[in-house]
């Protein structure tokens, strides 16, 4: 694991280091080439006005101070000779630049007219020259100047401008790994504030909400993020809760009929009819624990992905068919019909799935129906889907009962919960068909009752 504000700091600090690290070095470069420039138009300048002087009859100015090279070098640092023809000294500013030495190649061209510069090794140090011929006055003679100076006070200059440019280098990037440090550390403090807030909020704290820089653009997206999970895991909570409570109800309700008929059977002897009784009726209880625990364990497999179908291209209205005859062998006084579109409803589908699917939404009607009321099942090709829709003209439901009928456990009115595992079937309807990829809708009946539609698609879409 890394920091993430050292990690900014860092490479931000890099960045600037390199990139002062080229502006110095272009800086230095750049002095380089002005300050050697600045020298050879100093050296041309001090040339021409000797030879104007010459022109005019002047004699060459001489330095008799200072006498020392050293000292020469750094207080005047220009060495003037003229030069005859045959490259002798015949005059210099000074008894030291007699010792400057002469470069015939330059000589040569100097004396046909060109202006030449050169660099020249003397007295074990670089010395830049300049050779330009001129007349003397009574233009009887032609005669080379030599002006040279010594590179020795340029390269410190030169090596003086380095150490400031590197110092400066060195210097901005100290400062800015210190801004870097403080601005990473803005930066990230947020974030860590939100976390530490968030890491506050403990298991079963339901309500609570990140509002630590919630008012900040930056983290608006972040905290929005935050807010909508927190939103649902509060729901899925809930959700667990009332799962809980409301299991916990419906276990506790046929175990205690299931004591209460032994208690009965214990109490006195009791012929056979009455045993074989009470035993169909502790049968029947257990019936129903099945059915609870296998809805549950359903519920679960389907949420954890492990239960997952096993599509095969299969007519829907066959299915629904088959599970209409079977529901009229349960549905007593009630009428359960059948129609279907000539279209074809065929679709990739688990066959024992869809079965289970149907099953508890003809139970749904023949539960909550009273005696004498008709089951409509209908089976139709719509668009990409081939929708199931099973309604009923019984009492139907309310508005809010209507919005929430497919959460877990949810119980509607007392007309709509007689009997049964209450909250869990729709549900499981729901869990299916979302694992095909499909719909599922509720809505009033055009007979009065509750209408619900369930829709698979054509193809074999996968789903998350």
Known sequence: MYSLRRTLAVRFSVTIFVALLLIALWAYLGTQRILREELDRGLAASAYIEADALAAGYPIAEHSEPTLLSDFIRTVNRFVVVRDPMGAVVSANTPLSVRLPLDSASFARAFAGQPVWITQRWADAEV????????????????????????????????????????TVLLGTLASWLGAGWLAGSSVAPVEEIAEQAGRIGPGQT????????????????????????????RAFETQRRMIADAGHDLKTPLTAMRGELEVALRGKRDPDEYRAILASVLEEVDHLASLSNSLVMLARLDAGALRPERIERDLAALAERAADKARGRCGAREIRFGRADEDATAPVDAQMVSVTLDHLLDNCIKHTPDGSKVYV???ADGSLVKVKIEDDGPGIDDESLENLFERFYRTDAARTRGGVAGLGLTIVAAIVGAHGGIVEAERSTHGGLAITIGFPRTAATTS
Do not use: K
């Open 207 to 234: 309500g609570q909400r990140i509002t630590e820089h919630a008012d900040a653009e930056e983290f608006a997206g972040l905290i929005s993020v935050l807010y909508g999970m927190l939103e649902r895991l509060d």
């Open 128 to 167: 830049r020259c300049f050779y330009w011929a001129a007349q003397v006055r009574d233009h009887s003679q032609t005669v080379v100047i030599q002006v040279g100076a010594s590179l020795v006070p340029l390269s410190d200059a030169n090596r003086e401008v380095l150490f400031l440019l590197l110092g």
């Open 378 to 380: 209908g089976v139709a």
